[in-house]
Each structure stands twice: as structure tokens, then as C-alpha cells.
């Protein structure tokens, strides 16, 4: 079936720092990708996406790239704010037969500090 | 303002106590979700609806009933809740299963089972 695998954390950054955060899938087809952003508190939030292969999204000065090849899409952001600290999730849709869902990887907690 | 709303936002319950969380979106969406979110375990998802009187299972539907009498409501029932159903509950909806991506997610609704 469909898996998302992101990197674990906790990953804690200084402001202004270079993030990135991994992620890679597996999935039969041609599934879309999706980063979601999780603020303390609040439900999930689409940050960006990409449906299909070399699609770059980006969104708030964060970009991954749909790498097909390596089944990858790896969330990065070159400066990083105190604002940025979340949970971000990555995730995949494919639709077909009868089974129509987001699947998500577990999340990695981003903590920025001043 | 478009919105997913749940009700209640917390909650204590006692083992087999039947409990309902309702959920209700003001975006005349067509698909709607619902979410267990576990430390270490990311989302998953419970059940789904793709329309009124359309309901499927998702990954971890057992112990969880839903119903979509309504296009804007799609409730969670736990008949006999146990301790195993403690976690952060989240209900989102989108447009139609072709916009399953841009999910808006409702602020969840923690519940804990003694």
C-alpha cells in the first residue's frame, strides 16, 4: 500500500537557519504530494504541493521539489523563523477504486529559537 | 468565514460511556474525514464520506460509526469508547474527492477514556 516516511525529529533550529526536512514514499501510480503544517493548537494546514513529477511547490518561503526517481519530496527553507516552529507533515492522495484518502507520514516537530 | 468546526474540543469520558463529536463545515464540501492523530503514529484515518448517505471505512475504523444525514455534518460516534481511543480527533472536508488535497482541517478535539 501507500507509505510516507519523513525524518524524525525533534529538529531544532536557530533563526535564520537552513532547513530541510526529508521525505520519501512509496505508492503505486502517479500520487500527488503534499506538505500540511500543524501550529501548536490548531489543526492541519495545506502549506504546499506538487501532482506530479518535477513539480516544484512553494509557499510562505518554503519549497520541495517531486523528485519521481528518488520518490522523494524533501521540504526546505532557507531562513528560518521563530514563527516557522510547527509540526509539519508530509503526505500523498491517490484516488482510484474505492479508496480515496490523504496518507500521512508521523510528522516531525520543528522548534525554532530566537 | 469558511470553517470546519468540532464539538466539543476536550473531553473526559469513562469507559463504555456512549459519546458523539460532531463536526460541520460551512463550505458546501462534498468529501469529509475523520482523523486520529497518536504520538509517533501521525495521522490516520478513521472513516470517510464522499457524498450524504456515502460513508467508507480508513484505516482504523473499529470502534467508530459515522453517519453523513446532512451534506455539512458527519458526525463520530463511540458507542463503547475504551482507553485505546484516547487521542487528538481531527474532522476535515474538501471540495470533492478530485480536491482531496486542499483538505480543511477542523481545530480537533482531544478526548481522553478513563
Known amino acids: 500500500g501507500n507509505s510516507v516516511t519523513q525524518m524524525e525529529g525533534p529538529v531544532t533550529l536557530s533563526e535564520e537557519a537552513f532547513l530541510t526536512i526529508n521525505c520519501t514514499y512509496t505508492a503505486t501510480g502517479y500520487p500527488s504530494l503534499f506538505w500540511y503544517v500543524q501550529y501548536p493548537g490548531e489543526g492541519l494546514q495545506l502549506l504546499l504541493k506538487a501532482t506530479k513529477a518535477d513539480d516544484k511547490g512553494s509557499n510562505k518561503g518554503f519549497e520541495a521539489t517531486y523528485r519521481k526517481e528518488t520518490t522523494s519530496f524533501h521540504l526546505e527553507k532557507g531562513s528560518v523563523q521563530v514563527s516557522d516552529s510547527a509540526v509539519y507533515f508530509c503526505a500523498l492522495s491517490h484516488s482510484g477504486g474505492s479508496n480515496y484518502k490523504l496518507t500521512f507520514g508521523k510528522g516531525t516537530l520543528l522548534t525554532v529559537n530566537p | 468565514e469558511a470553517q470546519v468546526t468540532q464539538n466539543p474540543r476536550y473531553l473526559i469520558t469513562v469507559t463504555g460511556k456512549k459519546l458523539t463529536v460532531t463536526c460541520s463545515q460551512n463550505m458546501n464540501h462534498e468529501y469529509m474525514s475523520w482523523y486520529r492523530q497518536d504520538p509517533g503514529l501521525g495521522l490516520r484515518q478513521i472513516y470517510y464520506s464522499m457524498n450524504v448517505e456515502v460513508t467508507d471505512k480508513g484505516d482504523v475504523p473499529e470502534g467508530y460509526k459515522v453517519s453523513r444525514k446532512e451534506k455539512r455534518n458527519f458526525p463520530l460516534i463511540l458507542e463503547s469508547p475504551s482507553p485505546n481511543q484516547t487521542s487528538l480527533y481531527f474532522c476535515?472536508?474538501?471540495?470533492?474527492?478530485?480536491?482531496?488535497?486542499?483538505?480543511?482541517f477542523g481545530p480537533g478535539t482531544r478526548l481522553t477514556v478513563t
Open positions: 476535515a472536508s474538501s471540495l470533492s474527492v478530485g480536491k482531496l488535497y486542499e483538505q480543511y
